[in-house]
């Protein structure tokens, strides 16, 4: 082994991440303050059409599947189909927004969606669409939704200031939402004015939107201090935090015990439409649009909402909104309260998803962001799929005034997750980086992707501070393994009792580097409490005797501006 000391130096003052920030906390920004930065605006506009797109070819394949086939459960498949590519690549596709140029990634992503577009059109001008061309074309529409899905969600709040983030991730919610009730209104009023191929054209003009508005933004890339991951590594190292992070945890869970039942509704109200009520497509997008209005008004009210009744209770009250409104669908044959009913979805799963969003892109820090977005769609949209899916096969055999019945008192059951995995607890302030690591000396340059390395810590621990200490030291393991640790130790000198070895080991010296700028302020206040109550000695690092010696990625990234004391 190699041998590096380590000098101590003071621990960097924390800074605020936005510049200008008040000590004094600013007043609740509004619902709609984001919409005031012209990149944000332009690039909510680019969500908002893909989401739209994305609806519009919903909505039309919906209708023209129950024309095409008379089993509910194609109808449901189209659900299914549009859902299931999340679990094809929704792993890689959080890792590509971590590492990648998201820019070029949109991009590519909203000329895809406007290419299968564009087939659907020219199937459907031809009169060739079939059941299972109109099943492939909408899986191959979902690809390239569950690609750019957690782009768009790890995207939009970097491009506005610290307080008003949950504000911005209310917005992309808003996009999807005025998407889910525009797009079926802009689908049904075309089917009946037009037919389904001028719609499946209207929505590759959409994803053309998407491409014009990415294409505008000149994104500021800074130059990394530290080569990016590797793709596998990137899903490891996303897989690995979210092992170690009850906060993401929770949000997880909570999202499961809601949309595995709530996707009943989505799935079936086509079929009550068209079966059930006989709506044309006209009243049937009517319907749907009734949603949308829903969550508009919904999200110009849930600032207030939220900060009156909490984030905990507002999601128990809007879950029980939307149970409510399942059995309204499952029992009344009515128009007119249908109608009030899905303008009550649209308020209900607006509070919903727009507080799961904001919890799970607080639960993780800026250089996880986007895996964890994407883990909390695999479980969402993974949960429709397969809900969609499991509720479409039992209308078929009970129907769907008892499925939906079912589907509502499961969500209300469901409901008692939250009483150990409370939102509430999740606080973007634990996951800011901090200062808490020093700078290593080394003897002479080292390879970037050297390693394995062996890091190492001594502490002098008192008696009296033993149990404590050893508490603690469970933590530290937490996240020391979370943040690159692929083994992790605590010994004491058997001939120096107090005398206590702390050791770990990392792939490689970059990812060693990758953990220096991991360290968050929860993990801040663990390494401040164990200083409190011991003597935290020198730190040495020992590369294997056997790594390279030269670095191929030269030395320019042989050293870190690191200024955190382990």
Request: hydrophobic share 55%; charged share 15%.
């Amino acid at each position: 082994m190699i041998p590096m000391a380590e000098r101590t130096a003071p621990p960097a003052p924390e800074t605020p991440s936005t510049p200008g920030a008040e000590a004094s906390a600013p007043a609740a920004p509004s619902a709609w303050s984001p919409l005031r930065q012209p990149v944000f605006r332009a690039l909510w506009l680019g969500a908002l059409a893909s989401n739209l797109g994305l609806w519009i070819q919903n909505a039309a394949g919906s209708w023209d599947m129950t024309s095409l086939s008379s089993a509910p459960l194609h109808v449901a498949l189209l659900q299914t189909a549009s859902s299931f590519p999340v679990f094809l690549v929704g792993l890689p596709a959080a890792a590509f927004g971590d590492i990648f140029d998201r820019r070029r990634l949109l991009i590519g992503f909203a000329t895809w969606m406007a290419f299968i577009s564009a087939i659907l059109a020219a199937l459907s001008f031809t009169n060739s669409l079939t059941p299972e061309s109109l099943l492939a074309l909408t899986f191959a529409l979902g690809l390239g939704a569950a690609l750019s899905a957690p782009l768009w969600q790890a995207l939009l709040p970097t491009l506005v200031d610290r307080a008003e983030v949950a504000p911005a991730i209310t917005l992309g919610g808003v996009a999807i939402n005025i998407a889910r009730g525009l797009g079926p209104a802009i689908g049904g009023i075309g089917i009946a004015l037009a037919g389904s191929a001028p719609v499946y054209a209207f929505n590759a003009l959409a994803f053309g939107a998407v491409i014009f508005q990415v294409v505008r933004w000149k994104q500021e890339r800074p130059r990394p201090s530290l080569p990016p991951e590797r793709v596998v590594g990137a899903i490891i190292a996303g897989l690995r935090f979210a092992r170690r992070a009850p906060a993401l945890q929770s949000v997880l869970l909570r999202a499961a015990a809601f949309i595995l039942a709530g996707s009943a509704l989505w799935a079936l109200l086509p079929v009550v439409a068209r079966r059930e009520l006989q709506l044309s497509p006209l009243r049937f997008g009517l319907l749907l649009g009734c949603i949308g209005v829903g969550a508009l008004a919904g999200a110009a009210f849930l600032p207030r909402f939220r900060a009156r009744l909490g984030v905990d209770r507002l999601v128990l009250t809007a879950s029980i909104l939307y149970a409510g409104t399942m059995l309204v669908l499952a029992h009344v044959r009515s128009e007119p309260p249908l109608y009030l009913a899905m303008f009550a979805t649209g308020v209900a799963w607006i509070a919903v998803l727009s507080s799961l969003n904001v919890a799970a892109a607080s639960a993780a820090p800026g250089w996880v962001q986007s895996r964890a977005l994407g883990l909390y769609l695999l479980v969402f949209q993974g949960g429709q799929a397969a809900g969609s899916l499991a509720w479409g096969t039992l209308a078929g055999r009970a129907g769907t005034d008892v499925t939906l019945t079912l589907a509502a008192a499961i969500l209300l059951v469901g409901l008692l997750v939250g009483v150990r995995h409370r939102l509430a607890a999740v606080n973007k302030e634990h996951v800011q980086p901090v200062a808490a690591w020093t700078e290593p000396v080394l003897a002479h340059p080292v390879a970037i992707e050297a390693g394995p390395v062996l890091v190492q810590r001594r502490y002098l621990v008192r008696d009296e501070n033993r149990a404590a200490f050893l508490r603690l030291a469970r933590d530290l393991e937490s996240h020391r393994r979370r943040d690159g640790a692929i083994t992790w130790g605590l010994f004491e000198d058997l001939a120096l009792p107090g005398t206590f070895l702390e050791t770990f080991l990392v792939a490689t010296w970059a990812e060693h580097l990758r953990q220096h700028q991991r360290v968050t302020a929860a993990d801040g206040k663990i390494i401040d409490a164990i200083a409190e109550i011991s003597r935290p000695e020198e730190v040495s690092h020992l590369l294997d005797a056997y790594a390279p010696a030269d670095a191929e990625m030269g030395e320019e990234h042989a050293h870190a501006d690191e200024s955190h004391p382990h």
